[in-house]
């Protein structure tokens, strides 16, 4: 599988994942901070929202290079990883403006699949 139709799927996934990991680490949160019961929550999901967060972030920076956004694109999608549930807004805004396509990038190397011999 080429690897712009690696990071395109998993960008998408990730985005979802990432905006779930916001809500159970906010669940945990208000567990935590305002019904003052139980730390669990916050233990369990913030290391997995970290480390979805982090997989968003280099998915990201990966289709900055291969479908070779402009930076203005690349910045909104770092900056929609900080605000709870953005990654979702984003991974649509930038599907409705042709972003996460699979449109060629005018680099034939890059448009080739690996040789299966």
């Known amino acids: 599988m080429p690897l712009r139709t690696t990071a395109l799927r998993a960008f998408r996934i990730l985005a979802v994942a990432e905006a779930f990991s916001w809500a159970a680490l906010l669940t945990g ?3 935590k901070w ?3 019961t139980t730390e669990v929550g916050v233990q369990v999901a913030g290391p997995i929202h970290g480390a979805l967060f982090v997989g968003y972030g280099l998915a990201a920076l990966i289709l900055w290079r291969v479908q070779r956004w402009p930076f203005l694109v690349a910045v909104l999608a770092g900056i929609s ?3 709870p549930f953005a990654t979702i807004w984003f991974e649509r ?3 409705r403006r042709g972003h996460l396509s699979g ?3 005018g680099n034939a190397a890059d448009d080739l699949e690996p040789s299966r011999a």
Do not use: D, L, R, S
């Open 103 to 105: 449109a060629p990038t």
């Open 93 to 95: 805004w930038a599907g």
């Open 29 to 31: 949160m208000y567990f």
């Open 81 to 83: 990883a900080v605000f």
């Open 34 to 36: 305002i019904a003052g």
